[in-house]
């Protein structure tokens, strides 16, 4: 069974810095691009970051680009979201994603999400 | 970049009816997803490459479309069908992703 597990979610100050993981398993991870997407209270779903396979290609959208940066360990089964200059429209749940990627590529298995809260 | 449009925002059903929810786009895509999201849950893959049900998801649900329409369909309303909808179409390069701004389905 496919499993992901985000952690790391909490109260940071604006300005500061919060780095967020996800412990993926059932599948073989390495075999994955993976990515980051995130849900502001009451409002609908964005992408946030996207991995290669091997972790050598990374995307963003740009309201988050030069901010946070996606990474991942192969070896731990884990993907990561550093993310820094954290603003209070980056305020959202937060949730680890499965990437099929096809020709329209789509995503197939979700966390179950850890919400991150930007206030003073 | 590609706009998602969904129409309704909001409406109800009751049990046994039909139901079809619009999902346009700015620009001709290839195919749509669809998600479910139930209140307090995670977002849940339920229709992909337009047409195609994810595992698991009831054959009430259908998927169809082309160019910049694409529509979810139930055809008979059950009681555990009540969520909000997302519309989600993707390229792969450079990769980009784009939802909807989601259908919330409620029970009349």
């Known amino acids: 069974e496919v499993q992901l597990v985000e952690s790391g979610g909490g109260l940071v100050q604006p300005g500061r810095s919060l780095k967020l993981s996800c412990a993926a398993s059932?599948?073989?991870?390495?075999?994955?691009?993976m990515a980051w997407v995130r849900q502001a209270p009451k409002k609908g779903l964005e992408w946030v970051a996207t991995i290669s396979t091997s972790g050598s290609r990374t995307y963003y959208p740009d309201s988050v680009k030069g901010r946070f940066t996606i990474s991942r360990d192969n070896a731990k089964s884990s993907l990561y979201l550093q993310m820094n200059s954290l603003k209070s429209e980056d305020t959202a749940t937060y949730y680890c994603?499965?990437?099929?990627?096809?020709?329209?590529?789509?995503?197939?298995?979700w966390g179950q999400g850890v919400m991150v809260t930007v206030s003073s | 970049e590609i706009v998602l449009t969904q129409s309704p925002t909001t409406m109800a059903a009751s049990p046994g009816e039909k139901v079809t929810l619009t999902c346009r786009a700015s620009s001709s895509v290839s195919y749509m997803h669809w998600y479910q999201q139930r209140s307090g849950t995670s977002p849940k893959l339920w229709i992909y490459?337009?047409?195609k049900l994810a595992s698991g998801v009831p054959n009430r649900f259908s998927g169809s479309g082309s160019g910049t329409s694409y529509s979810l369909t139930i055809n008979s309303m059950e009681t555990e069908d009540a969520a909000t909808y997302y519309c989600q179409q993707g390229s792969s390069y450079p990769p980009k992703y784009t939802f909807g701004a989601g259908t919330k389905l409620e029970l009349k």
């Open positions: 994603a499965r990437l099929t990627q096809q020709w329209s590529p789509y995503f197939d298995y």
């Open positions: 059932g599948f073989t991870f390495s075999n994955y691009y």
């Open positions: 490459e337009t047409s």
